[in-house]
């Protein structure tokens, strides 16, 4: 906002503190909005916040030039998907704990959630940690919390993901799981496979549980079910991926009725 009170580019601008992860630039923690202005000064604080957020991933990830591509995993790629669908997730008129919270469900919902220690220990150091207490949303007087969830103060934590429940017509396969963590070992049931994702085909509807275990903390387990489909309930199935087959291929393709 320098240009609204005559300061060149390089003023100190209408915020308090310039936003910085220089701790000796920038003192900001959760309870800094003691006192501040509304909206700005208040305001400021949450992007301090979310700035550290968007630099602990960058350090992560990397950083991509491509700034609109939000299926992009690099980390300012990232942070913008988090910031944005938490924004989303996030209650109406929001103290800053409901704010984390939206953004740790997007983290959540995302990548498989393999930023979700990450996000919260940077939340946590921020005085944004799960012991926060906001005291509402009109308040300006909340209580700086540094604890992070119980997953994330042992590391590496295991992190078991089966994916989604999915349907499969019978005779034909799909894959569970997703992609292997560092540290993690897999263990599946049934069939004792021990890779983080699987090909399976079963006969009849079946649910396959994955156990990830790390050496230091112990094991975490998640399940999908994947359901057979009834042939006779679908009719005629063929995605014409496979060729010819017994297939004539005369005219040209037209719409007709459904039945």
């Not at 990830?61 to 990232?78: I, V």
């Not at 909340?142 to 295991?158: A, H, I, R």
């Not at 998640?222 to 017994?246: C, N, W």
């Amino acid at each position: 906002g320098t240009y609204l009170i005559g300061e060149p580019a390089t003023g100190p601008g209408i915020r308090p503190q310039p936003y910085s992860t220089n701790p000796a630039i920038n003192t900001y923690t959760y309870e800094s909005m003691n006192g501040l202005s509304i909206p700005h000064g208040v305001g400021s604080v949450w992007a301090q916040g979310a700035w550290e957020v968007y630099w602990a991933l960058v350090d992560q990830h990397g950083f991509d030039p491509n700034l609109y591509n939000a299926a992009g995993g690099a980390g300012n790629q990232r942070a913008m998907l988090y910031i944005n669908e938490g924004l989303k997730n996030t209650v109406c008129s929001p103290a800053f704990t409901d704010m984390r919270d939206g953004v740790m469900q997007a983290v959540t919902d995302n990548f498989s959630g393999a930023d979700f220690c990450l996000v919260w220990d940077v939340f946590a150091a921020y005085g944004l940690g799960t012991d926060a207490v906001s005291g509402g949303s009109s308040s300006t007087t909340p209580t700086n919390g540094f604890d992070t969830p119980l997953q994330c103060q042992c590391q590496p934590s295991p992190i078991a993901d089966a994916g989604p429940d999915q349907s499969v017509c019978p005779g034909d396969s799909v894959t569970v799981g997703t992609s292997a963590r560092p540290d993690n070992t897999y263990l599946w049931a049934p069939g004792g496979e021990t890779t983080a994702q699987i090909s399976v085909s079963p006969t009849v509807d079946t649910t396959y549980t994955v156990t990830a275990t790390t050496a230091a903390c112990g094991s975490d387990n998640d399940d999908a079910t994947v359901f057979v489909i009834d042939p006779s309930s679908i009719g005629l199935d063929d995605d014409f991926e496979g060729g010819l087959g017994s297939w004539t291929a005369t005219g040209l393709w037209h719409l007709t009725p459904n039945s």
